[in-house]
C-alpha cells in the first residue's frame, strides 16, 4: 500500500459531505435525531431525494437510523462531522444560516412538530365490499 491509498478512505468522507443537500442535511441533525418528514419540511425537498442523500452519508459511517412505526429517524454518530464542518466554515470564511423548520401547505405529520400525533392512514374502500 502507498501512501496514496492511505488516503482513499478520507477521500471519500469528504466526497459524501461534497453537496449541498447533504451539509444542510447534517446542520439539521446538529440539534440532534430528527425524522425525515422534519427534514423535509425544514429543506422544502423531495423525500425520496433526501433518502437518497441520508443513504449516501449513512453508508459513510456518518449517520445511523432507526425506525418508530411509519417514521424513520437519523443521528450523527460520527461527532468529529461537525468540528470538520466548523472548520471549513472557518477556512471559507463562509457561514451558513441554520436551516429554519417552516412548513409547506400541509400539515407535517413530524412527531417533532406535533407531539402526541399518530400519523394517518388513510383507509381505501374496496368496491363490491363492506364494512
Known amino acids: 500500500m502507498n501512501v ?4 482513499k478512505r478520507q477521500s471519500e468522507y469528504i466526497k459524501a459531505l461534497a453537496h449541498p443537500a447533504r451539509l444542510a442535511i447534517l446542520e439539521i441533525l446538529r440539534e440532534g ?10 429543506l422544502g425537498l ?8 441520508l443513504t449516501i452519508l449513512k453508508n459513510i459511517g456518518i449517520l445511523e ?15 468529529g462531522t461537525f468540528s470538520l ?7 471559507t470564511g463562509i457561514t451558513v444560516p441554520r ?16 407531539p402526541g400525533s399518530a400519523p394517518v392512514l388513510l383507509q381505501l374502500a374496496v368496491p363490491g365490499t363492506s364494512r
Request: net charge positive.
Open 33 to 42: 435525531e430528527q425524522c425525515v418528514c422534519h427534514m423535509e419540511a425544514t
Open 99 to 114: 436551516p429554519i423548520h417552516k412548513h409547506a401547505s400541509r400539515v407535517c405529520p413530524c412527531p417533532k412538530c406535533n
Open 46 to 53: 423531495r423525500q425520496a431525494y433526501i433518502s437518497q442523500q
Open 65 to 79: 437510523s432507526r425506525r418508530d412505526g411509519l417514521n424513520l429517524y437519523y443521528r450523527v454518530i460520527n461527532l
Open 85 to 91: 464542518l466548523d472548520n471549513l466554515s472557518a477556512a
Open 4 to 7: 496514496v491509498d492511505s488516503y
